[in-house]
T-cell receptor
Framework: QQQVKQSPQSLIVQKGGISIINCAYE??????FPWYQQFPGKGPALLIA?????SEKKEGRFTISFNKSAKQFSLHIMDSQPGDSATYFC?????????????FGKGTHLIIQP | GAVVSQHPSRVICKSGTSVKIECRSL??????MFWYRQFPKQSLMLMAT?????????EQGVEKDKFLINHASLTLSTLTVTSAHPEDSSFYIC??????????????FGPGTRLTVL
């Protein structure tokens, strides 16, 4: 049973556009939702994270939108740049701050075209 | 801050040998570290939780006798793949939580170790 569903699997966006990646979760005990960026052959890098008590969090060009009732959250990358081309993973954990291991979505391969 | 290193970055070994992978938190102490495995173009799957000074907690389906974990200090956890076989070939990644100043700043991942078993 996949606890975190991520879509789309791949995404192509023009430079300067908005990239949107969506995730849905099933476990209502999840309390922490981070997003990670991964380049080929590298470990994931934490981008931004949110807890269910807020509906939106913005850090630079990255914004998380969170809908607790729908059990969905999404990552928006504004003014997308070629350097943003990478695989993005949403994740979730039960314990506040991710004290337990993370459950990852399957990932989205993002390509930003110049 | 919050840098996690892994060594080695790549290892190739013969079937039946054991391989040790080190995970270090360089600028913070980590009472808990995590080990993940990632197959090509797939997601990360949690293998086990490594707790300093106590036994690791393994996820369902992960063989504890095959994947030995030791967390001897607040900055070092090791994963030993015993009697490795070709199906163990994968990208192994560790992570650690940064509890600096008493606040969790999330999990930070190491650069990963590519294991190839011939």
């Amino acid at each position: 049973q996949q606890q975190v569903k991520q879509s789309p699997q791949s995404l192509i966006v023009q430079k300067g556009g908005i990239s949107i990646i969506n995730c849905a979760y099933e476990n209502t005990a999840f309390d922490y939702f981070p997003w990670y960026q991964q380049f080929p052959g590298k470990g994931p890098a934490l981008l931004i994270a949110i807890r269910p008590d807020v509906s939106e969090k913005k850090e630079g060009r990255f914004t998380i939108s969170f809908n607790k009732s729908a059990k969905q959250f999404s990552l928006h990358i504004m003014d997308s740049q070629p350097g943003d081309s990478a695989t993005y993973f949403c994740a979730a954990s039960v314990t506040e701050g991710g004290a337990d291991g993370l459950t990852f979505g399957k990932g989205t391969h993002l390509i930003i075209q110049p | 801050g919050a840098v996690v290193s892994q060594h080695p970055s790549r290892v190739i070994c013969k079937s039946g040998t054991s391989v040790k992978i080190e995970c270090r938190s360089l600028d913070f102490q980590a009472t808990t570290m995590f080990w993940y495995r990632q197959f090509p173009k797939q997601s990360l799957m949690l293998m086990a939780t490594s707790n300093e000074g106590s036994k690791a907690t393994y996820e369902q389906g992960v063989e504890k006798d095959k994947f030995l974990i030791n967390h001897a200090s607040l900055t070092l956890s090791t994963l030993t793949v015993t009697s490795a076989h070709p199906e163990d070939s994968s990208f192994y990644i560790c992570s650690a939580r940064d509890w600096s100043s008493g606040l969790s700043r999330g999990q930070y991942f190491g650069p990963g170790t590519r294991l190839t078993v011939l």
